[in-house]
């Protein structure tokens, strides 16, 4: 009988969707919540992107206290930080959080940006409630943060949205975080390729701007979506393993993400589309 080793690096999705939360009858198998990853990688727990999924995923975690957890933000678009007010652990004493980012465009911090939109008359607690120890630290691209024997390599993907896009490396292994990237055109994203190089697992964008009349007649080689287009050139080129993507147009119903797959598959049959829940191992 032969053994199966013991995974100590996996990668769970809590929110798989971008720009707006979609729940409903009609995106149950995937999910409706918004951006949140995490990876339990040797002994620690990282969390990347803090949308509506991070509500569920900090539920989840209610019964793992006293916790100390990573928290990596992309960007500071809605989908990526609507569930940070709403993170149950944050407001627990005991509790303790390391809160990754870089400066938006306007130059403001992430702590900034996730203390402003809990400020009336938005939101009726503010940021100092949380009773948890929460630590800020501001990124610039290529910035490595060691954390024991993990390494988290930043990368910035997108200079005008200011979009991070993050690498994890743990004994020898690694798994890439790379949504909201906005690289044009067909050819090699290069700061991609150099966060993904020979990765295990890299978490792409899938394509956003398809239609149910025309996406899905053709093969997804000849899809008019260039961050698509150039996300999948640049996994080939960079020898990623596995590809799994995430961050879908709410308007992309389960029925067609289904149909997306079969179509992916055709041509990528190690590609799969997220669902909420969904772990992955690395290895």
């Known amino acids: 009988m032969v053994t199966r080793p013991v995974v100590n690096f996996v990668v769970q999705f809590w929110g798989v969707r971008g720009q707006i939360s979609a729940p409903g009858k009609e995106t149950i198998r995937y999910g409706g919540n918004t951006s949140c990853v995490e990876m339990r990688v040797g002994n620690k727990r990282l969390i990347f992107d803090g949308g509506s999924g991070l509500r569920v995923l900090g539920n989840n975690l209610l019964r793992h206290m006293p916790l ?107 798994a890439v975080y790379a949504i909201a990237r906005a690289h044009r055109g067909n050819g090699v994203d290069e700061n991609l390729l150099h966060l993904a190089r020979h990765a295990d697992l890299l978490i792409l964008d899938a394509p956003c701007t398809l239609d149910a009349d025309c996406s899905l007649k053709s093969s997804p080689l000849g899809w008019q979506d260039d961050v698509w287009q150039s996300g999948i050139a640049t996994a080939k080129a960079a020898g990623v393993k596995r590809i799994i993507m995430s961050h879908y147009n709410p308007d992309h119903d389960d029925d067609f993400l289904d149909k997306l797959q079969e179509q992916v598959q055709s041509v990528f049959p190690n590609d799969l589309l997220a669902r909420e829940g969904m772990i992955v191992p690395v290895f």
Not at 104 to 118: K, P, T, V
Not at 127 to 142: A, H, N, T
């Open 68 to 174: 100390e957890a990573y928290m990596f933000f992309t960007h500071c678009h809605w989908d990526s930080i609507q569930g940070f007010p709403f993170f149950t652990p944050a407001f627990i004493p005991g509790n303790c959080f390391h809160i990754y980012g870089t400066a938006a465009s306007n130059g403001a911090s992430i702590e900034q940006r996730l203390g402003c939109q809990m400020l009336a008359p938005n939101f009726p607690v503010p940021i100092q409630v949380m009773q948890s120890e929460l630590k800020f630290y501001d990124l610039i691209s290529g910035n490595k943060v060691v954390m024991d024997d993990v390494i988290v390599e930043a990368v910035l993907l997108d200079s005008s949205q200011r979009s991070m896009g993050y690498r994890v490396t743990w004994q020898g292994h690694s």
